[in-house]
């Protein structure tokens, strides 16, 4: 099972997450960074498990975060 980790900390709040993964990714109205939704807090980062037909999205997510927040471990 793919495994999303996020480390939030970082964020810029993009949206670029957002756009390629609404499901799994929102911008937090509090401070304008994204969130993982249903993502786990492990230490400083979110870690969530998703299904293998949502990975691709996500790698997208990943690839396209302008500070490489986001990791996607398969």
């Known amino acids: 099972m793919p495994t999303i980790v996020h480390f939030r900390k970082n964020c810029i709040g993009c949206n670029s997450c957002v ?3 609404p499901e799994h990714w ?3 109205g509090q401070d304008g960074k994204s ?3 249903g993502g786990e807090k492990k230490n400083e980062v ?3 498990k998703i299904h ?3 990975r691709e999205a ?3 997510a990943a690839r396209d975060c302008p500070v490489r927040i986001i990791k996607v471990f398969k």
């Open 19 to 21: 756009e390629h993964a």
């Open 58 to 60: 996500n790698e997208r």
């Open 26 to 28: 929102k911008i937090a």
């Open 35 to 37: 969130d993982l939704q």
């Open 46 to 48: 979110f870690v969530k």
């Open 52 to 54: 293998a037909t949502e």
